[in-house]
C-alpha cells in the first residue's frame, strides 16, 4: 500500500471565486487513502479548514497516527469563521479515535520525524511546537521561538537531521537542526519569494522545494490579487548551510509543490486565477499543475496541464511515477502519470467528503 492522508473542509464551498457556507454542509474530515488501489479506506469527522498551508496534515511512518491541524469553524451567526488552538491526533484503530490537544495557538503545518519519533508542528504566533511520540502517545516537549510573523509549511530532511521551516511573513525560509534533543533554529536564511508557504523534501536529503504565494499570501493583501506569476525554489539540502539554487516562475498561488522521492521531478500545483472571481483580472475557470524535471539543481520546465479550480495539496507516491493533487472545487484527488515526455491525466479520481484541503505521504 502507498498511503496518503487527505485532510477535507466540508463547511466551505468555493465557488467562482465565492466562499459559500451552505447551511446542509457536512462535517470536516479526514481520509486515510490508498493510492496504489486508488481508494479510501477510512474517514474520520475531524475539524479542518482551506484556510491555510496545505500540509495542515501528517501520517505516521507506520501509518497508524495521523495529525491534523488548521482547526476552523464557521459561526454562521456572525458569519465569520473562527481558528481553534488545538492540534487533532487520530489514532486509527478499531474506532478511529480523535483526540484535541490545546495548544494556545493555532497550528499550520505538521510533519513527523522518520523515525516516528517526534511531531513538529508550525503555528501563527511564530512558534514551531515538538511533540515527543511513545505508543501513541504525544507529549509536548518544546516551544521554539522561530519568527515575530506566521509560520507556514514544513518538510522534514529524511535523515530526520534537520527541517525547513517556511516564514511566511519575514520571507525566506529557516533549517531548524534536530540532531540534539532540543530544536535549534539555525541563524542562516533561505531565500524564496514573497509570503513562502509548502515546503516539500525529497527522500535522499538532497534537494527540497518550497513553494510562494506571493501577495495573496499577505495578511493585508485582501482581494487586491490579480493573478500575478509566483515562484517555486529549489533548494540544495545537501549542503551545509543549505541553500536556494534555482527559482522558477509559475502561475499565480502555488498553494501545493511537491519533490519526488528519487529527487528527479518538481510540481508546482497553481491557483492559476481560478481563485477570483468572474470579471477580475487574472480570472480562470481552471487551475494548473507544472511539471519541472531537476536538471542536477536546476528547474526545468516540462509541461502545464490545467486542473480542477481552487486545487490545494500536491504529492509523489513513493516510486516516483504519479502525482496526487487535491482539487478542491471537484471534491477529489486527481492521479496524474509523470514520464520523460511530461505528465498524463489518468483519469483516475478519488472522491472525498468535502474540499480536499491537506494532503501527505505517510512518513
Known amino acids: 500500500m502507498d498511503l496518503f492522508v487527505s485532510a477535507n473542509d466540508g463547511k466551505l464551498v468555493r465557488d467562482f471565486g465565492r466562499d459559500l457556507f451552505p447551511a446542509d454542509a457536512g462535517p470536516d474530515t479526514l481520509s486515510l487513502v490508498d493510492a496504489g488501489a486508488g481508494r479510501v479506506l477510512r474517514t474520520v469527522e475531524v475539524v479542518n479548514s482551506i484556510v491555510g498551508p496545505p500540509q ?202 511537491a519533490i519526488s522521492p528519487d529527487g528527479a521531478w518538481v510540481v508546482a500545483l497553481c491557483m492559476a486565477g481560478s481563485q477570483l472571481p468572474p470579471g477580475r483580472p487574472g480570472h480562470s475557470p481552471t487551475g494548473a499543475l507544472v511539471l519541472f524535471a531537476n536538471d542536477a539543481g536546476r528547474l526545468r520546465r516540462v509541461c502545464e496541464l490545467p486542473t480542477g479550480a481552487a486545487a490545494q495539496g500536491v504529492a509523489f507516491t513513493g516510486d516516483s511515477r504519479r502525482v496526487l493533487a487535491q482539487l478542491y472545487a471537484d471534491r477529489c484527488l486527481a492521479v496524474y502519470e509523470v514520464s520523460g515526455s511530461g505528465l498524463a491525466d489518468t483519469g483516475v479520481r478519488i472522491e472525498v467528503p468535502g474540499g480536499p484541503a491537506s494532503l501527505r505521504r505517510a512518513g
Open 56 to 257: 495542515a496534515v501528517a501520517l505516521s511512518p507506520d501509518g497508524r497516527l495521523a495529525a491534523v491541524a488548521a482547526p476552523v469553524r464557521y459561526d454562521r451567526a456572525a458569519e465569520a469563521l473562527t481558528f481553534d488552538e488545538v492540534l487533532q491526533l487520530v489514532r486509527f484503530d478499531a474506532d478511529a479515535t480523535v483526540e484535541e490537544v490545546p495548544i494556545g495557538t493555532h497550528p499550520q503545518s505538521v510533519a513527523f520525524t522518520p523515525d516516528g519519533g517526534r511531531l513538529l508542528v508550525t503555528t501563527v504566533s511564530g512558534e514551531l511546537l515538538v511533540f515527543g511520540l511513545a505508543d501513541g502517545s504525544a507529549t509536548l516537549t518544546q516551544r521554539l521561538p522561530v519568527s515575530t510573523g506566521r509560520l507556514a509549511g514544513l518538510g522534514v530532511l529524511a535523515d530526520g537531521s534537520a527541517a525547513i521551516v517556511s516564514l511566511r511573513d519575514e520571507q525566506g525560509a529557516v533549517l531548524v537542526d534536530l540532531v540534539g534533543p532540543d530544536a535549534v533554529a539555525r541563524p542562516e536564511r533561505i531565500s524564496t519569494g514573497v509570503s513562502p508557504y509548502a515546503v516539500d523534501t525529497d527522500a535522499a536529503g538532497t534537494w527540497a522545494v518550497i513553494g510562494s504565494v506571493g501577495q495573496a499570501g499577505k495578511a493585508v493583501a485582501g482581494g487586491a490579487s490579480v493573478a500575478d506569476a509566483d515562484l517555486i525554489t529549489l533548494v540544495d539540502t545537501a549542503a551545509r548551510p543549505c541553500r536556494a539554487v534555482d527559482h522558477a516562475a509559475v502561475p499565480s498561488v502555488p498553494e501545493g509543490v
